[in-house]
Every structure is written in structure tokens, then in C-alpha cells.
């Protein structure tokens, strides 16, 4: 029993180090980066995937309990929320800068 204990809190350990890793170079990408379009994508992509390792590890430390499923419950509304609302403040972005053209290559948007 000792052993699954160790290898519980083994697992948890390292989904934690990589999820902080992960929000890491998110912070790194938003500060480092020159356009905002590029800081958007870094602070999206990254932020998603290390609020997941990182909740994932606290569900998988507090084992079955009201307290994990809850964890649970905010990594779904995360994964679901964070892309659009990123996808909406991009669009704003291409939509409202006029000096867009000049930065990136936009692709028009067809509606049929």
C-alpha cells in the first residue's frame, strides 16, 4: 500500500513540475514576444495545457473526493472557455488594428 502511496504522489509530483514548466514559458512568451497576436498564442496554447497538469495533479493528490471532482469540473470550463474567449480577443485584434497587414499575413475571411 506504501508503494501506490509513493507512486501516487510520484505522478503527481512530476505532472505538477511539468505543468509549471509549462505556465513558465508562458510567461516567457508574453514577455517575450513583440507582437500581440504572438503573445496571444503563447499565453493560450501554454496556459491551457499547464492549468491542465497542473489541476490534474491536485485531483490526482486528493485521490476520489468531492474536492477532485471539483478540480475536474474547473479544467473542463478552462479548456472551454480559455480558446474562445483567446479566439474573440485575436479577432478583435485583426479587426480593429489597421497596422495588421503590416506584422502578419491576414487570411480573409469568407462567409458563405
Not at 55 to 78: C, E, N, P, Q, R
Request: positive net charge; contains cysteine.
Amino acid at each position: 500500500m506504501i508503494v501506490m502511496q509513493w507512486a501516487r504522489f510520484v505522478l503527481a509530483a512530476l505532472l505538477m513540475i511539468w505543468g509549471l514548466i509549462s505556465l513558465l514559458t508562458t510567461i516567457v512568451g508574453v514577455f517575450r514576444l513583440r507582437y500581440v497576436l504572438n503573445r496571444i498564442h503563447a499565453a493560450a496554447t501554454c496556459d491551457t495545457f499547464g492549468v491542465l497538469l497542473t489541476f490534474s495533479s491536485l485531483a490526482l493528490m486528493f485521490g476520489w473526493s468531492i474536492s477532485s471532482l471539483k478540480l475536474l469540473l474547473i479544467i473542463v470550463f478552462y479548456w472551454i472557455s480559455n480558446p474562445v474567449s483567446t479566439h474573440l480577443v485575436a479577432h478583435l485584434e485583426v479587426v480593429t488594428n489597421p497596422r495588421v497587414k503590416d506584422e502578419c499575413k491576414v487570411i480573409p475571411y469568407d462567409a458563405d
